[in-house]
């Protein structure tokens, strides 16, 4: 009786943690997934930088322009890396700068935009050291469907931040999240620092 | 069933209280709570599952911090104080002379190891960020982004460290089992053969077993919840 007292209520220490740490992992909502995704450009070039959801330019580049690309991914990455950090913290926080998350929130659309042109073929990890596994221009279609939800929801989530309603901010927010995480558990290798 | 050692002629029967008391229950819960919540936060992190990560590592802070408090009012053997020895008394141990229930001096120290590397590994996880921006620890917000970085770096280094010390636990329990003593058994029923005259282990109280528990849950909640007043 007393073993099973005790033995009910560590269980039911673990239970406690299931409470809830708060974690932007709202339902995986990404937008119009069953779309099929226009088929890969092929003229050179073509970045955009309206922010506009756009299938990316997969037409293959070498050399000095391949190297390019894969600095300009990677100092994009990062970039999206660090506002999102920022815009957690802000929208963790008891008082938002809901400036700060209205810029961060624009940025964000703004890069996304240009993830169009980061994903040339020849880019991949036989190129250089990057963390984009070859999958990526392995599954065209899956990927451009997958960098297309990231557009959106990066849109959507500026919408909301210009909006200033902050339960749809958070929402927008986790669902860009899990836009950036679709992709990134995929087509993304461990050994990227 | 453990090889018996032979005390030269005596009987056994002679030799042996039979089977006491050794770990009580909530000594056992925890340790092997702690072996799978460990696995489990490896495979769910390994997996991308990094919200069940982050609420595996909640779980073990709450584990350690029951442990921490058991091992200040809990049953003789729980109780620090019974095993933290200094050198003398490790050197004493490896030269035969010691007799007593519940961690050796030179498993004491093992064990000492093993929860401050697990309470450092989940004192990381909980100011720690993914690299997306995604994911934090709770108390995340109490430390700033580069902190949270490099709070995630030495988390997934201390991982290894982690690791070794749990390879040398088990080569342990290897060990002595090649020399004819069982440490899993009472690991897992709690009761151990022991020679006549060993002083017996006194068991705690179930309801500061409780106590213990709601404390630890509680502040574990309170982690969870941003740590308010400090948090941001």
């Known amino acids: 009786m007393r073993n099973a007292l005790i033995a009910a209520t560590i269980a039911s220490a673990l239970l406690s943690a299931c409470g809830g740490p708060q974690t932007s992992s709202a339902n995986n909502t990404q937008s119009n997934m069953s779309d099929t995704a226009s088929p890969p450009a092929t003229a050179q070039g073509s970045t955009t930088t309206q922010g506009n959801a756009t299938a990316p330019d997969m037409s293959a580049v070498s050399g000095d322009q391949a190297k390019t690309v894969m600095h300009e991914r990677h100092e994009g990455m990062e970039s999206i890396g660090k506002t999102t950090k920022a815009l957690k913290r802000q929208l963790d926080s008891a008082s938002p700068d809901m400036a700060a998350v209205s810029a961060g929130a624009a940025q964000i659309q703004d890069l996304s935009g240009k993830a169009t042109g980061w994903f040339h073929a020849g880019t991949g990890p036989d190129v250089g050291k990057t963390g984009a596994k070859p999958e990526i221009w392995q599954n ?9 939800g990231f557009q959106e929801a990066a849109k959507a989530f500026n919408a909301a ?6 339960p749809s901010i958070k929402t927008k927010f986790g ?3 899990q836009s950036c995480k679709a992709c990134h558990d995929k087509y993304r290798s461990e050994m990227h620092h | 069933m453990p090889r018996q050692i032979s005390f030269g002629d005596a009987p056994l029967s002679s030799r042996f209280g ?8 909530p000594i056992r819960l925890v340790h092997w709570l702690l072996a799978g919540l460990i696995a489990f936060s490896w495979w769910s ?4 599952h990094t919200d069940w990560h982050i609420w595996s590592g909640c779980a073990i802070v709450t584990l350690l911090l029951f442990r921490l408090l058991w091992g200040v009012v809990g049953s003789s053997t729980a109780r620090f104080s019974s095993f933290v020895r200094g050198p003398g008394a490790i050197l004493g141990y490896l030269r035969g002379g010691w007799s007593g229930i519940g961690h050796n001096p030179l498993g004491g120290l093992s064990v000492i190891a093993l929860l401050s590397d697990t309470a450092l590994q989940a004192g990381l996880g909980l100011i720690a960020q993914d690299e997306d921006g995604i994911y934090a620890g709770p108390l995340a917000g109490l430390v700033s982004s580069d902190t949270s970085d490099r709070a995630r770096d030495i988390h997934e280094v201390n991982f290894y460290v982690l690791l070794a010390l749990i390879a040398l636990h088990v080569a342990a ?22 020679p006549r005259g060993t002083v017996p282990m006194q068991p705690g109280r179930w309801w500061i077993a409780l106590l213990c528990l709601a404390v630890a849950i509680g502040v574990t909640r309170w982690f969870i919840a941003g740590a308010a007043p400090f948090g941001p």
């Open chain 2, 45 to 48: 992190v390994e997996y991308h």
């Open chain 1, 161 to 166: 931040a210009m909006s200033g309603d902050a």
């Open chain 1, 140 to 148: 065209q279609q899956d990927f451009a469907a997958k960098l297309r």
């Open chain 2, 173 to 194: 329990i290897l060990f002595y089992r090649l020399r004819g003593r069982s440490l899993i058994m009472p690991m897992i029923t709690g009761k151990a053969v022991l």
């Open chain 1, 175 to 177: 669902e860009l999240g």
């Open chain 2, 18 to 25: 039979g089977r006491q008391p050794v770990w009580d229950l």
